[in-house]
């Protein structure tokens, strides 16, 4: 990890401190002085409960700091945080750097790049993919957008949280746009996992071994690896809330727009975005995004009954 010079302020402020803004804000208090805000109470109080620092409000956090780490969930709630009532970037000292970790899209990016410049601030545009497990750990892959003097401040953050960091462009808006193809894969990965298990159980096959059989072969994928477990054991009982289901639909409508745009056709991710919305109208929103595989296929297939042909050939 590069160390601070001169020109890298000394405290971060981790704003968001949701599934994967503790971990991550976790996982730099090891190395950095930082203080943390989320406007949810019971989050600020479960970061204070692992000895992270938690400000009262953003802006508290953010005037003793000179990075700004954004994990929220949209691009409202970064206009919020950044330009709202209780905004931030008032109180950020001149030469300070925001990073924008969240998934929100191009369009509103050069608008806050401009009102931030006119503050002497600068945007790192810097969305991270991997999970929670993987945030804590410091293994994201984060694609970053930004201008060469920003990124270098930022610099030492950003590989502190990735394994795998690429510099996709010189503006921010780059980082955005790379990060929509990449979630154009992983809805699309998603849904087609649900579909492919979905189908081993219609087949009358254990879906645990199929997983671990497609697992080894040319259909394996990270997302197959990394929700199927979680869609099996769904059937069960809810599964662990890693990723949300509503995000996708969040994050596959930002893809289809920006397809739209491009004058592109983007068929596959739109009926995977389709799967998504037919989840969140049931009821599923806020369930682990692996929870698709209901919409697939409500209910595990009942396994057949004993006294089938199969048993008999056993039983001769």
Known sequence: MTPF????PHTVAVLGLGAMGLP????????????GYDPVPTSRK??????????????????????????????AQVEEVLFGDDG???VLAPGAVVVMTSTVGVDAVASWTERLCDLDIALVDAPLSGGPVRAGGGDLLIVVGAHPDALETARPVLERLASTLTVIGDKAGDGQAMKTVNQLLCGVHIAAAAEALALADALGLDQQLA???????????????????????GYDGDAEVLSRLDIFVKDLGIVGKAARTAGLAAPVAAAAEQLFLLGQTQGMGTADDSAVIKVVAPQRRVPAAEGTCGDAETAR
Do not use: H, K, W
């Not at 010079?5 to 890298?8: L, S, V």
């Not at 938690?54 to 953010?62: G, P, R």
């Open 211 to 233: 997983l671990a059989a497609l697992e080894t072969g040319a259909a394996s994928s990270f997302m197959l690896s990394n929700r199927g477990p979680r869609m099996v054991q």
């Open 88 to 90: 931030i970037a008032p």
């Open 5 to 8: 010079t001169d020109r890298t």
């Open 24 to 35: 991550m804000a976790g996982r730099l208090a090891a190395a950095f002085p930082v203080i």
């Open 46 to 75: 479960r970061a204070e409960e692992t000895g992270l620092e938690c400000a009262a409000t953003a802006a508290e956090a953010a005037v003793r700091a000179g990075i700004v780490v954004l994990a929220v969930r949209d691009a």
